[in-house]
Structures are given as structure tokens and as C-alpha cells.
């Protein structure tokens, strides 16, 4: 299984952003994955994007099989 989120950086300067907001909203939504727009500087969403993406890899999809 492969996990995959979306991050976006520099939320706190809008005018350094590469993309738009609403187009990286649009890509997420195409992937079928959750987007998150951080600031390491404002400490914006960097906890809640490594919480979510810990949630995704601790939480299966499907169950596990037994190896015996």
C-alpha cells in the first residue's frame, strides 16, 4: 500500500507560491488525496500533515494476513 498526501509550502508568503491554492485543490481532489497547505515558519498544518500521514500508515486498508 502506498500512502500519499498532498503539501503545499509557504503559506505564509502567498505571493512565493508556485501554484494557486484552487489548483492544488483541484489536483488533490484528482488524486483522491487530502491537500495541506503548511508554513514551517508560522508552524502551519506541519503537525496536522505528519499526523494524518502517520494515521494513513498506521491504519490499513485491508486486513492482514497471517504469515503462518
Known amino acids: 500500500m502506498v500512502s500519499k498526501v498532498l503539501v503545499g509550502n509557504k503559506n505564509d508568503e502567498p505571493s512565493r507560491k508556485v501554484v494557486a491554492s484552487a489548483d492544488a485543490q483541484r489536483f488533490a481532489d484528482q488524486m483522491d488525496v487530502q ?4 508554513s514551517a515558519k508560522d508552524n502551519i498544518n506541519v503537525e496536522e500533515v505528519n499526523y494524518n500521514h502517520c ?6 486498508s485491508v486486513p492482514l494476513m497471517n504469515s503462518y
Not at 491537500?35 to 503548511?38: A, D, I, R
Not at 494515521?55 to 490499513?60: A, F, K, V, W
Open 35 to 38: 491537500l495541506f497547505e503548511t
Open 55 to 60: 494515521q494513513l500508515i498506521c491504519t490499513p
